[in-house]
Nanobody, 115 residues
Framework: QVQLVESGGGLVQPGGSLRLSCAAS????????MGWYRQAPGEQRELVAS???????TYADAVKGRFTISRDNAKRTVYLQMNSLKPEDTAVYYC?????????WGPGTQVTVSS
């Protein structure tokens, strides 16, 4: 069983930056692919970025060049650095830990991009 807790969300102006963190407890952190997803009101949850234990990362086209995912296996934490934020990035951001059939979610953190 893996427990995930996100932090770092908030209100930011367009063009600003935020860094989200997700702290994990339980399980063998290194063996999980960690991901950040987001869900805007009335929309489906979508993958933003993911990173394997070996630090291979993937990004949604909408965030390439603006967001960076990273992980610190010693601290059992995954990060999402978000730069050049746009109003369309507004959503609840969720952390996910995945390993085969196992998938765990955090409660989410709200990110609002507005002037």
């Amino acid at each position: 069983q893996v427990q995930l807790v996100e932090s770092g969300g908030g209100l930011v102006q367009p063009g600003g930056s935020l860094r989200l963190s997700c702290a994990a407890s339980g399980g063998i952190f290194l063996t999980y692919t960690m991901g950040w997803y987001r869900q805007a009101p009335g929309e489906q949850r979508e993958l933003v970025a993911s990173i394997t234990g070996g630090t291979t990362s993937t990004y949604a086209d909408a965030v390439k060049g603006r967001f960076t995912i990273s992980r610190d296996n010693a601290k059992r934490t995954v990060y999402l650095q978000m730069n050049s934020l746009k109003p369309e990035d507004t959503a609840v951001y969720y952390c996910n830990a995945n390993r085969g059939a196992l998938s765990y979610w955090g409660p989410g953190t709200q990110v609002t991009v507005s002037s």
